[in-house]
């Protein structure tokens, strides 16, 4: 079964500044899906970025991107010039590409943003 | 385009008790899934539903059900509560379940209190 790890349980950056946040995972598959969500205090769960594991190229959104690296089974979330809405609950989630199975996620990483 | 909605927002019940969920895909959307979130065990996926048929099932005792309709409306069902039910029941949406594309777009939840 997959598993989809987060190693940082919290962190916390400045505004204006970037951070990273890890994600790992493990699968015996070779072609699946990779996920950042966002959950705001509001508690609505929102997809941030999307990773299709047979495209080299780590994909961007904006002021986020990720570094994927699929040998290492690496998939970490980069937030450049953070902002205060930035504050949130982040989740890693994997899912296979048959869609024969549900979306695994992590355990997830708190983020705040200080002024 | 409205987004997936969930009924109640909140609930209180008693231990014993049954209760019943109820979420709203976005428009088009003919998947649906239900995952229940607490601070302990994060997010944990109940069941997922595909044109009315059960695609994939969580590991939550029997007392925990769900069903879809033909409009892709979704239901989920917990009977005799109990105390450890307190959660977070997020459902989320996409637009189809078989391999490809897959983003799940998710609902605010419904935050049941079980005393």
């Known amino acids: 079964a997959q598993t989809v790890t987060q190693s940082q349980p919290e962190m916390s950056v400045q505004e204006a500044e970037t951070v990273t946040l890890s994600c790992t995972y493990d699968t015996s598959e070779s072609d699946y899906y990779l996920f950042w969500y966002k959950q705001p205090p509001s508690r609505q769960m929102i997809l941030v970025i999307r990773?299709?594991?047979?495209?080299?190229q780590n994909a961007t959104e904006n002021r986020f991107s990720v570094n994927f690296q699929k040998a290492a089974k690496s998939f970490s979330l980069k937030i450049s010039d953070s902002q205060l809405g930035d504050a949130a609950m982040y989740f890693c989630?994997?899912?296979?590409?048959?869609?024969?199975?549900?979306?695994?996620f992590g355990k997830g990483t708190r983020l705040s943003v200080i002024a | 385009k409205a987004g997936v909605t969930q009924t109640p927002r909140y609930l209180i019940k008693t231990r014993g008790q049954q209760v019943t969920l109820s979420c709203s895909p976005i428009?088009?959307?003919?998947?649906v899934s239900w995952y229940q979130q607490t601070p302990g065990q994060g997010l944990q996926f109940l069941f997922e539903?595909?044109?009315?048929?059960?695609?994939n099932k969580g590991n939550f005792p029997g007392r925990f059900s769900g069903r879809q309709f033909s409009n892709s409306r979704s239901e989920m069902n917990v009977s005799t509560l109990e105390l450890g039910d307190s959660a977070l029941y997020l459902c989320?949406?996409?637009?189809?379940?078989?391999?490809?594309?897959?983003?799940?777009?998710f609902g605010p939840g419904t935050r049941l209190t079980v005393t």
């Open positions: 539903y595909f044109s009315e048929t059960q695609r």
């Open positions: 989320a949406s996409s637009l189809t379940q078989t391999s490809g594309v897959y983003e799940q777009y």
């Open positions: 428009s088009g959307h003919r998947s």
């Open positions: 990773q299709e594991a047979y495209k080299q």
């Open positions: 989630a994997y899912r296979s590409y048959s869609g024969n199975t549900p979306l695994v």
